[in-house]
């Protein structure tokens, strides 16, 4: 495998994870804002935390290995 569909593959990964992620915390804020007795939400705040914190870490690795394919494929990132 070369390295620029190794770069392809790691960011497609890590936007799919950030995607699901991402739609984990806009669920469980629903819960939290419908405060129904039905389904509460799931998550409390510390692990909301844990989640962003995820996030941003899979966001830097993203942005990171999209730099780095842009360069290795000739061009300059803006």
């Known amino acids: 495998m070369t390295r620029s569909r ?3 593959n790691n960011i ?3 936007l799919r994870v950030i995607r699901g992620l991402a739609v984990i915390l806009m669920d469980n ?3 939290k ?3 129904t007795g039905h389904a509460p939400a799931q998550l409390d705040a510390e ?3 844990s989640i962003h914190e995820a ?3 899979l966001s830097d690795q993203a ?3 999209l730099i780095e394919l842009v360069d290795l494929l ?3 990132p803006a």
Do not use: R, S
């Open 63 to 65: 942005q990171h290995e």
């Open 29 to 31: 804020d629903c819960f």
């Open 12 to 14: 497609d990964a890590h």
């Open 33 to 35: 804002t419908e405060a």
């Open 55 to 57: 996030v941003h870490l």
């Open 6 to 8: 190794e770069l392809y």
């Open 74 to 76: 000739g061009g300059t």
């Open 47 to 49: 692990n909301e935390m």
